[in-house]
């Protein structure tokens, strides 16, 4: 990958194609600008493994070129990374105060990031780094101080939208102001790189405004206890649930580490000083049921979070009984649906009300990304030569690609990841791509998302494992019966796992029989045969293809 003299190019290193993992780099001459580094949630198909990270080796390998790491926002999929790969990058970061506090708190547990410097800038800020300009727009979002980047080198001017939104009434934080995109772009804008996460949807995403009436009109409908789930880092509808308490005459408490944080993130930036104070956990239980409500963690199932606890009966304080609610004041991220679906599930067998956005005509909860509407609005503000859709799924990247193309915007990309992207005051072009990839991170090491041990964990847990050791003299005979060891495929302690047991044994002695004197001399040749020989019996028996594994110990 070589950058031509004057060439200005665009890589999203992750985040295009899939939601999360957002990695992006803007290239001009020779040097690099990184925007977000997030982390994704990984699916079945990654058993054993919680959280993905982009593959930073192309940035890693010109680590020395990076200008500077602007962070968007502190939501997860743009900030989550930086304490994982940072240490391989080293770069100087950028971001507004509330997001460096966010990264601030994650480096305390990364020790190797000790020495990052972290530059805090105000929305409206502009920076020079190497040869780009960076300004720093303010938009509104579910979370404080997000903003859109305006990334300005000679070759030609970007906007980099990140996530956002139009709510006409955020409740923490600032509007998006049309004016200032206007002001942006009255130099002209060679292309919008652009949030899709919400481009299949009509119309416009709402208004945390219209939250907190929706949620008070829903707490009024339930009599008894309130649990209530939402994003950790939604300070605005931390408030929303908080004004909307205090007008039905209801104390809130707070439970869930990643609560406890933002909002100490929160308050230590000036937001949520002008709500009623939280009671502890252990107030809380003193409270009548109809007194209280508890906002909880775990809004996307996950299996260690508050709320997963709560709903099978595991919390050390809060039990839920017939007729209490729990509220889901979010929505699943594409790929956590069946572990919502798993706590849901827990909480009805238990006689508790559900109460999701989709069973409720009150407003509870908002998306913070544009809908089709909103883009509109942002491509009228702007007039980009060209659009490349990033952050999202490849039906949402076409989606906005197509609306791009039907508000007449001569090209609209949706780039792979790794696309290298062209961009120059005539639009943008895909000239090249470049190697890029997930890495897994397990509580010990952080491989490649594609490393074997992770595909045979996968193979695993649908085929089940035998292993046998074979112990034999000299000549080749069996030193005593073979042991035998499976996994996932019979109940040892069963009449019918003993039987499967001793047919295997049986199955290995006649390979053995089989075998001329020659044969028996060679280790490897054994192991083979008799790996296939048992394969092949559990095959037949079983219609399973274990892993199977022969060792052969000579004595
Ligand atoms: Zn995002
Ligand atoms: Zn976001």
Redesign the pocket.
Known sequence: MHLGKDELVFIPLGGSEQFGVNLNTYGYKSKWLIVDCGIGFADHRYPGIDILLPDPSFLEERKSDIAAMIIT?A?E??VGAVPHLWPRLRCPIYCTAFTAAALMSKFEEAPDCADARITIIKPGDTIKAGPFKASFIPVA???PE?CSVLVETKAGRVLHSA?WNLDPAPVVGVKTDGALFKEAAKKGIAAYVGDSTNAEVPGYSGSEGDVEAGMEAVFKECKKRIVITIFSSNIGRIRSIAKAAEACGRSVCVVGRSLHKMIGNAKSCGYLNDIQDFVTEEDALHLPDDKTVIIATGSQGESRAQLARIANGSHPNIKLNKGDSVIFSSRAIPGNEKEVIGVQNNLAAAGVHIITPRHTAHTIHVS?HPAQEEIKAMLGWLKPKSVIAVHGERTMLEAQARLAKAEGIETAIVPNNGSVIRISDKGAEVIDHVETGLLAVEPGRVLEADHSSISQRRKLQYSGTVHVTLVVDGRGDLMGDPKISTVGLEDAETEDGKMFHDDVLAEVEDILADMTREELKDDAYIAEEVRIGIRRYVMHVLRIKPITSVHVVRV
Request: net charge negative.
């Open positions: 926002h939501h999929d743009h979002h579910s979370i997000t996530d913070g």
